[in-house]
Nanobody, 124 residues
Framework: QVQLVESGGGLVQAGGSLRLSCAAS????????MGWFRQAPGKEREFVAC????????DYVDSVKGRFTISRDNAKNTVYLQMNSLKYEDTAVYYC?????????????????WGQGTQVTVSS
């Protein structure tokens, strides 16, 4: 059973930074790609970023490019999302997720396992 546990959310002022972490267990972490999604109140869940199993490649939604960085530590079975220059519109519940692929995946249907989410609130 794959388990994903996010942490690191909180309240931050616009322009500030947060780093989210997602600890994975239940299978060989380094074999699979990982991703982050978010869901704002009243909106559909959207893709934010993904990273390949080796960490060598990543994709981002346009709205976070240049501000967010996804990374992973395969020795610690953890994926991170460094969020800088946060904006009010980044406020959402952020979810870590994974599936059965090693590369990159940007669509929700490719993801099978999901964490419980962590709240990020950016005050304007």
């Amino acid at each position: 059973q794959v388990q994903l546990v996010e942490s690191g959310g909180g309240l931050v002022q616009a322009g500030g930074s947060l780093r989210l972490s997602c600890a994975a267990s239940g299978r060989t972490f380094s074999t699979y790609g990982m991703g982050w999604f978010r869901q704002a109140p009243g909106k559909e869940r959207e893709f934010v970023a993904c990273i390949s199993s080796s960490g060598g490649s990543a994709d981002y939604v346009d709205s976070v490019k240049g501000r967010f960085t996804i990374s992973r530590d395969n020795a610690k079975n953890t994926v991170y999302l460094q969020m800088n220059s946060l904006k009010y519109e980044d406020t959402a519940v952020y979810y870590c997720a994974t599936g059965f692929w090693a590369g990159r995946a940007t669509t929700q249907k490719q993801y099978v396992f999901w964490g419980q989410g962590t709240q990020v609130t950016v005050s304007s």
